[in-house]
């Protein structure tokens, strides 16, 4: 069972003079997690230090700090927590008393553990994406049970025969929809897991 979180949370701290800030967010992609961690990133700091996670997905950043005394603590506040779809960026502004590695790895890694302990969290639910093709005289029948197995459609394409979506569906329904949506269209729809799913 994986968790994210809710919303953008912050904390700081000051580990031996040097102040810590940290910020921490739900991402969907890569992408979103580059966007937030420029977004929050200090040019002004003498370090900004980040990981992220999203699926099999993770990377980690240790910004000039040495190898291993940043990112990847980062990583493992994440995974200790048992979170997914989340960015973490520590920020560091240095207070003239160096940490050596231990304390490094500590303020970092203990400073994004907090962040994310005060932070709000929801089960993360795991969905699949679904390909599916349906007459236009099936359409409106099929798109009105949607809300009910809890699908949202990523995609809307349209052909002479009717319309194609790429849909998310949570696992749990999937097996359920499928059933259905071959009796709704009287076995001529076309509905395929996507290898991708999540």
């Known amino acids: ?27 969907q992609s890569a992408q979103d997690a580059a966007a937030f961690i420029a977004a929050h990133s200090d040019p002004a700091a003498t370090h900004n230090c980040w990981a992220w996670k999203v ?20 990583l ?12 973490v960026l520590v ?15 500590r303020a970092y890694g203990g400073a994004a553990a907090q962040c994310l302990r005060q932070a709000e969290k929801i089960q993360r639910v795991e969905k699949s994406r679904v390909d599916c093709e349906v007459r236009f005289s099936d359409m409106a029948l099929v798109q009105s049970r949607l809300a009910g197995y809890g699908a949202v459609v990523v995609a809307e394409t349209f052909n002479a025969q009717g319309v194609c979506w790429q849909l998310e569906i949570p696992v749990k329904h999937l097996a359920a929809f499928t059933t259905e949506f071959a009796n709704l269209t009287r076995g001529q729809g076309r509905v395929d897991v996507a290898t991708g799913a999540n």
């Open 1 to 27: 069972m994986t968790y994210t979180l809710v919303a953008t949370v912050s904390f700081q701290e000051e580990v031996r003079k040097s102040r810590f800030a940290v910020w921490a967010a739900p991402v």
């Open 55 to 74: 699926g099999q997905a993770y990377r980690f950043n240790d910004d000039g700090e040495p190898t291993g005394t940043a990112g990847k603590p980062i």
């Open 76 to 87: 493992q506040a994440i995974e200790g927590q048992q979170l997914d779809e989340v960015a």
């Open 91 to 105: 920020v560091r502004w240095f207070g003239g008393i160096k940490l050596g590695t231990g304390g490094l790895v």
